[in-house]
C-alpha cells in the first residue's frame, strides 16, 4: 500500500527567505505527483504536476523536483511571502494501468507560515 | 459553474442524525470523486463516478455511507446515523477525465 509522508509538519519563515518542503513515498511506481495548495476553509489548488519521466516542474517562485527512483519530491519556494501562507499536500497517483489508478494518495501536508 | 461547488459549507448534525452532502461538479466533466479530510490528515479516496456508474466505493468506512449521481452531474454523499468519528471535511473533486483536477472548498460535517 502506498504511504505518503511530508516533513516538517509545520514550518515557520521569515518573509523573504527560500524554503524547501519534502515528500517521500514508498511505492515508486508512480504515474505523477503533484503539489496541492489547501487554504484554510477552501479546497486544494493544484500547483504543480510531475510526471513520472520528469525531473522538476517549475512555475513562478516554485520548482517542484522528482527522483522516483528513491520515493522523493521536493517543493521549493523562493522569496517566501506571507500570501504563501497554507497548507501544501503532495499526491502521488498509481502508475499501473487500468485497475485503479485515479486514486490519489496524499500526505497529511505542510502547514507553512511566512511572517511579514 | 465555473468551479465545482459544494453545499452546504459547514453542518453540524448529532450523533444518530443522516445527512446529506452535495456536489455540484464542472459541466460537462465525466470523473467525480468523494475524499474525506479528517482533522491534520490528507485527503482519502471514499469514492469514484464515472457519468452517473459508481465505478468503485471501495473507500467509503461503512455501510452508512452512500453516495449517488443518478444524472450523471450532481453528486450526493449521504451518512446515515452519524458518528463522532464521521466528523471531517468532504471534498468532491472532478475531472474531463483520470484523476481528480478541481476540488470544491469541501463541507465540514462535525458531529455531536
Redesign the interface.
Known amino acids: 500500500k502506498q504511504e505518503?509522508t511530508q516533513i516538517p509538519a509545520a514550518l515557520s519563515v521569515p518573509e523573504g527567505e527560500n524554503l524547501v518542503l519534502n515528500c517521500s513515498f514508498t511505492d515508486s511506481a508512480i504515474y505523477n505527483l503533484q503539489w496541492?495548495r489547501q487554504d484554510p476553509?477552501?479546497?486544494?489548488?493544484?500547483l504543480l504536476l510531475i510526471q513520472s519521466s520528469q525531473r522538476e516542474q517549475t512555475s513562478g517562485r516554485l520548482n517542484a523536483s522528482l527522483d522516483k527512483s528513491s520515493g522523493r519530491s521536493t517543493l521549493y519556494i523562493a522569496a517566501s511571502q506571507p500570501g504563501d501562507s497554507a497548507t501544501y499536500?503532495c499526491?502521488v497517483?498509481p502508475g499501473y494501468s487500468g485497475g485503479?489508478?485515479?486514486?490519489?494518495?496524499?500526505?497529511?501536508?505542510t502547514l507553512l507560515t511566512v511572517n511579514p | 459553474g465555473a468551479g465545482v461547488s459544494q453545499s452546504p459549507r459547514y453542518k453540524v448534525a448529532k450523533r444518530g442524525q443522516d445527512v446529506a452532502l452535495r456536489c455540484d461538479p464542472i459541466s460537462g466533466h465525466v470523473s467525480l470523486f468523494w475524499y474525506q479530510q479528517a482533522l491534520g490528515q490528507g485527503p482519502e479516496f471514499l469514492t469514484y463516478f464515472q457519468n452517473e456508474a459508481q465505478l468503485d466505493k471501495s473507500g467509503l468506512p461503512s455501510d452508512r455511507f452512500f453516495a449517488e449521481r443518478p444524472e450523471g452531474s450532481v453528486s450526493t454523499l449521504k451518512i446515515q446515523r452519524t458518528q463522532q468519528e464521521d466528523s471531517a471535511v468532504y471534498l468532491c473533486a472532478s475531472s474531463e477525465g483520470g484523476p481528480a483536477a478541481f476540488f470544491g472548498q469541501g463541507t465540514r460535517l462535525t458531529v455531536v
Open positions: 505518503v496541492f476553509g477552501k479546497g486544494l489548488t493544484s499536500l499526491a497517483r485503479s489508478n485515479y486514486k490519489l494518495t496524499f500526505g497529511k501536508g
